[in-house]
């Protein structure tokens, strides 16, 4: 299922390495230099890096801060490991030409994998939240009475309507992460437009894990309400 190569020589890189490209997932950590050419052009200096290629032909450079990778090409890409000294690998994508020439110096270690696709779920989404709300009720407030998702409004659509204890019209935007001043001013629109058609006593509430101070004070000025929730117990109620 792996195979480990350790401080390996030039040779057996390269013998490595043309027997596993396109077959196994290969990642290697060596000290190179990374060429770009296409439609701009970089140079990245001599410095260990770790290096992905894909069967799949995706080739992906990190350096060790940030999520993003220092440069990478998608799949679909040519890679060529070019023989000599040092040795090259070279990935190259049609459209847009573009070039990645990747100089290995010195190789401290290669692993090769046999890598297959599993089941995916995604939990935590903005609709898992408004189906447990639909489900539990009280997760607003005690009660509230949910009566349809997705509510139409000409500036989009309200993820979830309902009726408070006291008969007034609640419209809840659900955020899945920390609720920024766009959120507010998305529900304050929703808020307004509502108001207006239904004339009667209005309520706005959003729901996210967090919520931005900026958010905050604004959304207290617009006499909109916010509620907390723990994505871990929803994710729980929803097994």
């Given at each position: ?101 990747i100089v290995l ?13 599993g089941d995916f ?82 309520r706005g509430i ?34």
């Open positions: 299922m792996y195979s480990v190569l350790l401080s390996p020589s030039n040779q057996e890189t390269y013998f490595f390495l043309s027997q596993k490209i396109y077959r196994e997932l290969l990642v290697i950590f060596a000290t190179c230099e990374v060429k770009y050419k296409g439609r701009a052009e970089s140079k990245a200096s001599e410095s260990p890096r770790l290096i992905i290629l894909k069967p799949d032909g995706t080739v992906i450079i990190h350096e060790s801060v940030k999520r993003e990778p220092l440069n990478w090409q998608p799949p679909g890409t040519q890679i060529d490991i070019i023989n000599g000294y040092p040795l090259k690998i070279v990935a190259e994508r049609k459209r847009p030409n573009e070039i990645i020439e110096k010195e190789v401290f270690y290669i692993t090769s994998s046999i890598v297959r696709e779920m995604i939990k935590g989404r903005e609709i898992d939240v408004v189906n447990m709300v639909m489900q539990n009720p009280n997760l607003v407030e005690e009660g509230f009475h949910p009566f349809a998702r997705e509510y139409k409004t000409p500036y989009g659509k309200v993820d979830l309507v309902g009726m408070d204890k006291n008969g007034n019209f609640v419209l809840v935007e659900v955020k899945r992460s920390k609720a920024q001043l766009s959120a507010v001013s998305q529900l304050y629109r929703y808020y307004l437009y509502v108001k207006e058609v239904k004339g009667e006593k209005v959003l729901m996210a894990p967090a919520i931005t101070n900026h958010a905050e004070d604004l959304l207290r000025k617009l006499n909109l309400e916010f509620i907390k929730y723990d994505i871990t117990n929803i994710i729980r109620l929803k097994d």
